[in-house]
């Protein structure tokens, strides 16, 4: 594997933390909050991975420039920008969730939950979103 394949990686791992995510979404709506944990905790363990890679990639490659034109250009950018602020805000939020699940604190859980939960599965589609824009739809070569 080499730094060019990094950016289907970093893909296949936002698709799986989205799919991580639902699924552990559907497991505590079902009463089965320890299939809920397992799901969650990898998303979180995928998503790490993920920052790792992606991380490693852009300090190595450096900044891809989009190569769409036309109606496409500002939806890309309109997606980037909201994935980017909202991805800033996925780890201390999903790192508070943790935290307080792990202390038995239910109820501030659930309540930082339902704001982390739609950020985090929103950044995880729209990185795949970008990805697909970026490297396959629009390439740069």
């Not at 920052?51 to 420039?65: A, P, R």
């Amino acid at each position: 594997m080499s730094f060019q394949d990094l950016p289907t990686v970093n893909a296949l791992l936002n698709g799986l933390s989205a799919i991580f995510l639902v699924s552990g979404y559907f497991q505590i709506r079902r009463g089965e909050p320890i299939k809920h944990k397992f799901l969650m905790m990898s998303a979180f363990t995928i998503s790490i991975i993920f920052l790792i890679c992606y991380l490693i990639y852009h300090f190595q490659v450096g900044s891809v420039g989009f190569k769409g034109q036309g109606f496409i250009r500002p939806v890309y950018f309109t997606i980037l920008i909201s994935h980017t602020i909202l991805a800033a805000l996925v780890p201390p939020l999903a790192i508070s969730a943790i935290y307080r699940a792990f202390k038995g604190q239910l109820v501030k859980h659930k309540k930082i939950a339902r704001w982390t939960f739609p950020i985090w599965l929103y950044v995880s589609i729209t990185g795949v979103i970008i990805y697909l824009m970026l490297y396959v739809f629009y390439p740069s070569v």
